[in-house]
């Protein structure tokens, strides 16, 4: 058995549900890969905060420093949240020899030309399974397996928030602004929605998608975006009534002329088109190729298991390059 | 760039559609992997066929020696079908060093253990994702972004004729045998429909894709098979009253007492399930992970070009190995 050490930056609900992911599967991790994972240091202020999982307080330290200069730790989790001081965080630990791991959306799209080139420079892993689609493996996909395609169109319903507003305004014939509450009082929905229902979310996920689907990095700020704020009670029975339904979606596609085009936007999808059955807080990838034809993929897009799921699967794949070269 | 040079073994359908997929994405490949993909030797007899893509004489042979001796292939792809001379074949290019890339479900089906060992025992790699679910990529996803789940349930649609029959069946409330009549007309089902239609072929997938999942390989004779020959207009109508439709399903499950239980039966899936509308040839897998919770893939099981994008992605990964390796 070969022991891979790991430092987590955060512990919140994502990081709670990695570390419990982890916790939960270990012997079986351990017996498929040979491989002893341990997270030994975690920066978080909160060490006080039930969790649910059996973390001893020497693991927690205030000083991120702690983490990177720490000559055992091959691998660094970002899981804080924000562009900054997790981008600056992430570059440090790379500068410091360590592979990097994170289900930062804003971080990773706003940073990514920066992101991805230190990590080769410094040659280390960087991966981000987590930021789109949380346990959806769609971004090692196109990057393995469908990596013999030229992609055409990408169309996602990559926010779990908005899904569920639209879908409930298309089930029960509501208003926005009730179904906002309820989604709110469920915890479905943020106290300030913002970032969600103005498709800024959404933005950051696609400009990942993109980047990695069609070789092109293109800034969310760059993307044109539209939100579901505006979508009426109307909106919907006017879609119903062309046999569609209202999707908030995120689209890449190559025009004519090798253009990649972005957007966000809602649109209406015909009931019959996969993507229409994706219903509540679930999301889903279609993703037409020049080769495989249309693929979708579907799954919970967010929460803490789902997205620890993606964080574990990304670290596992670094500690397996790791101790091959230690053989 | 680096050149990786490849022996094919079978130019009939599947070989073809991995050729193409090859030719017609030869610029992006290398831009992004900077890797040169040649198929050097091909092992077919029908050299006059017209295939459409541009293959010159002196790559075909009679020998399959000479693909297994050649120093200068790395990869040998086998597309022959069949559980014999395949099987042989493969173990041969591994016994030479040569890493191993195939379709062939019936072959990794039968021989999955003798096959992985042989691999591992000559340090070459096995793929295999083309021998399920066509071009959906849902076996790698089980071994890298998934591989922190313990999986729970596998449900999948995994074969396209007979997807094709019971969606036509329900879709116009017609009897298998006309059906299955009109699929043959059309080239959705084979003249000998038996390998499809009783099941045995998805019995194949279901043993590769429980071996990876759960762990376990099950050889495809033990899994209880039933097929759809036996579904009759009036099972159809009943499921429809029920609220139902009628899919060949073919399910792995972990008992309460921790046994892995595989079988291929007609089942009633109920209406909102996302297996409900998969429709026609298109193939799904549907997986419950205790982390990342409800999957599903989507996409075509089959056909030339769909099987090429999976062939061609597991020997680009196989290159990037090696070419890693000799940096």
Known sequence: MKTIKIGLLGLGNIGTGSYRTLE????????????????????????????????????????????????????????????????????????????????????????????????????????????????????????????????????GILNGTTNYILTQMTEYGLDYEDVLKVAQEKGFAEADP????????????????????????????EISTVGITGITKADIESAGKNECKIKLIAQTKKTSSGVVDCSVKPMEIPEDHPLAGVNNEFNAIFIRGNAVGELMFYGKGAGPMPTGSAIMGDVLEIARILTAHRN
Do not use: C, H, W
């Not at 196109?142 to 992609?151: D, E, G, M, R, S």
């Not at 993109?210 to 800034?219: D, E, Q, R, V």
């Open 24 to 155: 939960m599967n270990r012997d079986s991790i351990a017996s498929s890969s040979g491989i002893d994972l341990r997270i030994t240091k975690i920066l978080e202020k909160d060490i006080l905060r039930k969790r649910d999982i059996t973390v001893s307080p020497e693991q927690f330290t205030q000083d991120p420093a702690e983490i990177f200069t720490d000559p055992e730790i091959d691998i660094v989790i970002e899981l804080l949240g924000g562009i900054e001081p997790a981008t600056a965080f992430m570059l440090e630990a790379m500068r410091n020899g360590k592979s990097v791991v994170t289900a930062n959306k804003a971080a990773v799209a706003a940073n990514y030309a920066l992101l991805t080139s230190t990590a080769k420079e410094n040659d280390v892993s960087f991966r981000f399974e987590a930021s789109v689609g949380g346990g959806i493996p769609v971004l090692n996909a196109i990057t393995t397996v469908l990596q013999a395609n030229k992609f055409e169109e990408i169309l």
């Open 194 to 221: 913002t970032a969600d229902v103005e498709g800024e979310d959404v933005a950051n996920k696609l400009s990942i998608l993109t980047a990695l689907a069609f070789g092109k990095y293109i800034p969310p700020k």
